[in-house]
C-alpha cells in the first residue's frame, strides 16, 4: 500500500519544536537538575487548589458561559484595573481561555486573513510563529540583538512592515531572554505601532515576575487600549501551568470574535480551574508576593553565579530566566546544551530553538529550589572550566 | 525594620544553615554586609538562636513524648501572669509556655522520654506549684506539621517534565 500522506501541508509544514527534540534526551536520563523548565516549581497554593476541591464537591462540574464565568471576568476586571489602571467591562471586554496559549491562538485566528502579516519578535516563546502560520497568516520575524540586550526597537518595527503586515506579538517581560521594557520603551514602539496602524498582541503572562522596576502594561500607553488584545493567564505568577487558565481583554468587538470561536472550538474553560483562578485574584496576593520575592533572590543568585564562571549574563529585568551566552566556550548553543546535559546532567535550553539571534546562548529557568540551583552552578563551572 | 532586614531573617528562619556567600548572592549584597547585618541583628536580640528541626522518631532507640498540658492559675498578687509563668518556663522539660485566652490561662508544652517521666514532672513540679489550680494533660499521638514544616512529607519531589517552553 502506498504511503499516503493525510496531514495538511500546513501542519506538514511546521518546524518540529527544538524544545521536543532536548526534551526526549534530558528524560532518558536520571539525576537531571534541570534548568530547562518554563515553569513555576512552587506548587499551587493550598487555598486555590481547596477552592477547587470545594467547586467538585457542590457540583460545579458543568459547562460556564463561553466567554467564562461572570464572577472571574468581574474579578480579572478588578485585577487589571487595580494593578495596570486598565479598564475593562468585563461583560464584553474579557475572555477567560484555556491558558494563555489559547488566547494567542484565539486572538491570531480572530483578526487574520489570508496574506495577512504579522511581526514577531524573536527570540521569544516557540509557540508564535507556528500559531500564526496555523490561523494562515504569514510570520515576519525581527531579531532583535544581544547589545540592545534584546529590546526591540521601533525602526526594526519600521524595517519590517510591508502593506500586509497587520499585527504585531510583544512579549513583556520575554521569554526566554528575561528582558524588561520600560514604560520609555514601549511608549515609542507604541509611536511606530500608531504610525503603521498596527494591532498589538501584548503577551503579559510574566507581568507579575518584574524586579527592579515598576511593570506597564501595554494597553494603558495612551492610544494603545484600542488597538491591543491584552494576553494573560495565571500558569506564571499564580504557579498554575497544569490548570490550564489564562484570559484575554481588548475591544468589544475583538473580544466577540475571539468569543466566537472560543464557543464552537472548545466551549470553555475548565470550571475547576475557573474556581481555583477566582481564589487566587481574590486571596492570592500575599502567595504571589512570597514567590516574586523568591524568584527575585534566585535570579540575583544566578546571574551572579553565570557571569562567575564567564557565562556572560546581563541582569534580567523580569520572568524566570537567565540568557547567558556561550560564546566564552567556543561551542554552539546546541552543542554546549548537549554535551552539559551528557557530562554533567544539566539541562538547558539551546537560545537558538527560541530564533536566529538566540545561538550563542542557552536559557537557564530559575524557577529551581536555591539548593539544585546551587548544585547546577556547581556542575557549569566544572564544565566551563574544562572549555575554556 | 527595614526591607532588606525582613528579606534577610526570612531567609535564614527558612534555613539556618545557609552560608552567607550565598545569602549575600541572593540578596544582592556583599558578604561583609550581611555579616554586619546579622551581627547587628543578634545584638538587638532580633535573632535568638539558631536550632534543626529534627524528627526524633527516626532516630532509633530515641523516643520522646510530648504533652500539652493546660493549666489554670491564680495570677500573682502585682506580677498578674508573668510571674507564675516564669516559675514554669525555668524547667528544662518546658518546651513553650502561651497565655491563653478560654477556659484555662497557661498552654504549657513538655517534652520528656517516657509518658511516665512527663507524668512525673506534672503530678511533681508543674501541679505542685502554690498558684497552680488544676492542669489537663493531652499526649501528642503523632506529629503532622511542625513549626510550617510538613513532617513525612513523601510527596515533595519536583513533578515538572524537564524541559517545557
Ligand atoms: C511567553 C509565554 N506566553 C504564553 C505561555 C503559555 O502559557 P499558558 O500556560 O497560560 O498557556 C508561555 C508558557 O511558557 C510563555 O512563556
Redesign the interface.
Known amino acids: 500500500m502506498s504511503q499516503i500522506s493525510y496531514v495538511s501541508k500546513k501542519v506538514d509544514g511546521l518546524k518540529p519544536?527544538g524544545?521536543r527534540r532536548?526534551?526526549d534526551l534530558?528524560?532518558q536520563m536520571e539525576d537531571?537538575i534541570?534548568l530547562?523548565?518554563?515553569?513555576p516549581?512552587f506548587v499551587t497554593p493550598w487555598n486555590f487548589i481547596e477552592q477547587s476541591f470545594h467547586a467538585l464537591e457542590h457540583g460545579y462540574t458543568s459547562y460556564t458561559e463561553n466567554a467564562g464565568m461572570i464572577e472571574l471576568r468581574k474579578e480579572i476586571s478588578t485585577y487589571l484595573s487595580k494593578n495596570y489602571r486598565l479598564r475593562y467591562d468585563p461583560y464584553d471586554q474579557v475572555i477567560v481561555s484555556v491558558g494563555a496559549s489559547q488566547a494567542i491562538d484565539l486572538a491570531l485566528r480572530a483578526v487574520i486573513d489570508p496574506g495577512d502579516e504579522v511581526i514577531v519578535v524573536e527570540p521569544s516563546?516557540?509557540?508564535y510563529v507556528p500559531t500564526v502560520k496555523l490561523a494562515g497568516g504569514t510570520p515576519v520575524t525581527i531579531q532583535t540583538e544581544a547589545e540592545d540586550e534584546f529590546k526591540l526597537k521601533p525602526e526594526q518595527i519600521e524595517a519590517a512592515i510591508t502593506p500586509n503586515t497587520k499585527a504585531i506579538m510583544l512579549c513583556n517581560p520575554n521569554?526566554p531572554t528575561g528582558t524588561f521594557l520600560s514604560k520609555e520603551e514601549l511608549e515609542q514602539l507604541a509611536e511606530m505601532i500608531e504610525k503603521h496602524d498596527l494591532l498589538v498582541l501584548s503577551d503579559e503572562i510574566y507581568a507579575e515576575l518584574t524586579y527592579d522596576e515598576d511593570y506597564t502594561s501595554f494597553p494603558s500607553i495612551t492610544g494603545m487600549k484600542e488597538r491591543t488584545i491584552l494576553i494573560s493567564g495565571f500558569s506564571k505568577a499564580f504557579a498554575m501551568t497544569g490548570w490550564r487558565l489564562g484570559y484575554a481583554a481588548g475591544p468589544a468587538q475583538l473580544i466577540a470574535a475571539m468569543v466566537k470561536i472560543h464557543q464552537y472550538t472548545m466551549m470553555c474553560a475548565p470550571t475547576m480551574a475557573q474556581h481555583a483562578a477566582l481564589e487566587a485574584l481574590k486571596n492570592g496576593r500575599q502567595s504571589v508576593n512570597d514567590m516574586v520575592?523568591s524568584y527575585k533572590?534566585?535570579r540575583?543568585?544566578i546571574v551572579?553565579?553565570l557571569n562567575e564562571i564567564r557565562l556572560k549574563c546581563p541582569n534580567p529585568g523580569g520572568a524566570f530566566y537567565a540568557f547567558p551566552s556561550v560564546e566564552a566556550t567556543g561551542l554552539t548553543s546546541s552543542e554546549f546544551a548537549e554535551q552539559l546535559l551528557q557530562e554533567e546532567h544539566v539541562?538547558v535550553?539551546p537560545g537558538n530553538v527560541f530564533g536566529a539571534n538566540g545561538e550563542g546562548y542557552i536559557r537557564c529557568s530559575y524557577a529551581t529550589s536555591?539548593k539544585q540551583l546551587?548544585e547546577a552552578m556547581k556542575r557549569m563551572k566544572r564544565f566551563v572550566e574544562k572549555r575554556i | 525594620m527595614k526591607e532588606f532586614e525582613v528579606?534577610l531573617l526570612?531567609?535564614i528562619e527558612n534555613n539556618a544553615n545557609?552560608e552567607l556567600d550565598?545569602i549575600a548572592?541572593?540578596?544582592?549584597k556583599r558578604i561583609d554586609e550581611i555579616q554586619e547585618l546579622i551581627d547587628k541583628l543578634e545584638k538587638k536580640k532580633v535573632i535568638l538562636g539558631y536550632s534543626t528541626l529534627i524528627d526524633w522518631a527516626k532516630v532509633l532507640d530515641e523516643e520522646e513524648v510530648t504533652a500539652m498540658v493546660d493549666v489554670k492559675v491564680t495570677p500573682a498578687r502585682g506580677f498578674g501572669f508573668d510571674k507564675v509563668a516564669e516559675r514554669i518556663y525555668r524547667f528544662p522539660e518546658v518546651k513553650a509556655v502561651y497565655l491563653m485566652s478560654g477556659a484555662y490561662d497557661l498552654s504549657v508544652s513538655v517534652k520528656g522520654k517516657t509518658m511516665m517521666e512527663i507524668g512525673h514532672f506534672i503530678s511533681e513540679k508543674l501541679s505542685t506549684l502554690d498558684s497552680v489550680l488544676s492542669t489537663t494533660t493531652h499526649f501528642v499521638l503523632k506529629k503532622y506539621k511542625h513549626d510550617g514544616i510538613i513532617l513525612e512529607d513523601a510527596d515533595e519531589d519536583?513533578k515538572?517534565?524537564?524541559?517545557?517552553?
Open positions: 519544536s524544545i532536548f526534551f534530558a528524560a537531571v534541570s530547562g523548565v518554563g515553569e516549581d516563546f516557540v509557540a521569554n520575592e533572590q534566585r540575583n543568585f551572579s553565579s539541562a535550553v536555591i546551587d | 528579606e526570612k531567609l545557609l550565598k548572592k541572593l540578596m544582592g519536583d515538572r517534565i524537564v524541559v517545557s517552553p
